[in-house]
């Protein structure tokens, strides 16, 4: 029964203390947050990492869903705060950048038929500017709307739409260097 | 053809990993942990120390850590943990402090925490340390054990309605305070560390975004004076972290410095606007519109007299070297700006309020200061108290014509008799019209509650300023005095209206926190900042001309044009709204902003500059290129005559915080 509550029902729960409501709200949820973490490092082990800090701190955070928001809607904002949050500790302990900065390095070690898919793909991700890569990485599952994402990163919906179009500059012009070269 | 989009949305599903099912069960495992140690507080459970079974976690936790020290996702794994685990047990940390029945952390879990924030090559270096912590806490870990009561303290007030866990758990922090003496720098590393590491609040926005004139040509805010965002900016600097990005008001910063823009004319209104316009430093297609408000300097000679109530916590958690042993040298500074003829009082509140000092003339220095010395640290805050009984004592005060304020000096603690923050500042809005101001000077971080503060002073008529250092005091509280205790117009509104034919785009920098209703301009009984003596209050709009390249948005389709007076040149048209003193209806002063305003002198740049500088630290999108170095460039041309050196000040933070931003 439980089963058909919906997210944001859960969580209300959960604020208020029902156990099995957030056990089964984290479980519902577990697998697209950790996606998303993902997208956002660029590496298997940041994005474990990142999930780690989100579920650390989910139970607290969740002290103040309100329900104005969808629960998807909010948790993405959340996971977004914890990933600059690590991003800021990163530049704060001048430490060199990881995830998607660090991956050609580890995608050379790497074989197999996709790899010049995957390399690709690091490359595209890392000569995006952080807040254009952030919009995509929110965007590209096409999980939420641009308006959504306006509300998980703070911003209009029309800086999402113009973030995007700006991405797809960047990746045309990126393709053309490469037929160029 | 989204065809560019759809080609990484296929390589990044290609790419992305299942998540792996032992972490997920080891993460979701942590969240339930926490979540039932979330529960573990609240009033209604058993207190935590009895709580056996997360004790059994914890040791398991431990060991689990120890043995597999080698694997990075081990330590990883663990900390969180530990984290929670070890503030139950700890039994070599509670004998180190005095309340036995104190729930204390283990030196072992700041370090966990430092785990998990630095890089692979240090593990080998950590993991020795983390083992041994966890088998003998040496004396050198308690610098870090503040830093987790205040991360319980932050669950236990976030959690709403468990003042009594508040309370003591402020308790438990004064006492470790008082054991330390010095806040240590270290501290400050775990502020932005980890999600939840501080009690640290802080009252912000999302940035102003971007308008579009024919949508929406009309901007509205009021003014704001303060000057905590600088301070706090400057403290976290100084500890060597980037401050967080809700801390940066970047009108705050701005405002922060003394400008020499013209000053009014005797005998007209109690302030003077100049409007700038000039070329963006970080956007060579569009324009900065600076709207500059210059208050003007009564005589100081034949200033009224005061009615000071220094309203002072004296709650445990003031106890540290930058709290209360500096607010004392603060207002030691100030008495000598004082008259015979004014008048002091000091309130307490720790626990219960008190008159710490009956109102006694400031020639009296010995008594005030015998007073302001005897002053100590402990006990927990009850803030509203000891405001209605500043209030009664100021009132008590005041004579007709007198000026009174309240002065509440804290660090933030108001988590004991605050139940209903609204009901607080209706409470504080209804004595400022009545004639008593409050200000507020905050002091100390780690506990500074930043977002209270900030709506205290907003609902007082008064400013907030952050005290970190005696020279910040020497700023605040003697040469601004004037400014500080002496309001020559209230309630100062701004409205720009925006000409659709000359500017395509504009966006307001900074003001999110005072933003108004378009309709709230005229009407005289919505709330709005105060100018005082001598006070300069900055504004700056980006502007993008029509025709631009910079215009970020397309024309509507299906919208007509509105139509506009195409002969008009006018960029804008600004409005100013304020009272005088005592009285209840506003004043109005209209000008047009032209394209050729006045020059651009120094201080109109250099103000950029640290507008510029606040985008920068909130990491704003409409900086493009434009870098640290940029601004360094900018604010060392714009430096000036700099006579108290808080310019110099400014660009060598700015410096640090290229340093700490770089990679």
Redesign the interface.
Known sequence: MRMKTSDEALAKA?AS?D?DA??LL??RR??GL??LA??LTGS??E???L???I???????L??FRAEAKFSTWLYRVAV??A??RR??A???????QGWGEWETAIKAEQSE?SG??V??NE?MTSLPD?LRET?ALV???EITHREAGEVL???E??IS?R?SE??KH??YL?KQEAGQ | MSDTLDKLNAAMKAATPEPDQAAKAKNMRLAMENFDLLQGLAPDARPIAENRPVVGRLKAGVSTMIQSLTTRGGLAATTALVAFGLIVISPQGRSLFTPPDVVLPSPAEPQGTRLRDDTFDKVSEVDGNAATHVEIPAAEPVMNAPVILQELADTAVSSAPTPAIGQSLSKHRSNLAGGIAPMPARRLEYETSTPQSNTEAFSNEAPNHLNVTIDDPVSTFSIDVDTASYGVVRSSLSNGILPPTDAVRVEEMVNYFPYDYAAPDAGGAPFRPTVSVMQTPWNADTQLVHIALQGQMPAIDDRPPLNLVFLIDTSGSMQNADKLPLLKQSFRLMLGQLRPQDQVAIVTYAGSAGLALEPTSAGDRATIIAALEQLEAGGSTAGQQGLQQAYSVAEKMAEDGEVSRVILATDGDFNVGLSDPDALKTFIADKRDSGTYLSVLGFGRGNLDDATLQALAQNGNGQAAYIDTLTEAQKALVDQLSGALFPIANDVKIQVEFNPATIAEYRLIGYETRALAREDFNNDKVDAGEIGAGHAVTAIYEVTPTGSQAVLNNPLRYQTEAAVDDTSSELGFLRLRYKKPGEATSALIEMPILPEMSPVSIDVQFSAAIAGFGQLLRGSDYLGEWSWGDAIAMASTARGEDEFGYRAEAISLMRLAKSLSAD
């Open positions: 959960a203390g156990r957030f056990a984290l479980e577990y697998d950790f996606r993902f997208r298997r082990a994005a474990e990492d999930t780690q800090d579920c650390a701190l989910l139970p607290s955070k002290r103040a705060n914890a600059h949050d800021r500790k530049q704060t302990h001048a430490r060199m950048a996709t898919q995957v690709w793909l595209a807040d995509v590209l599952d096409q703070g911003v209009s029309g800086t113009w995007i991405a797809k990746l045309r393709a």
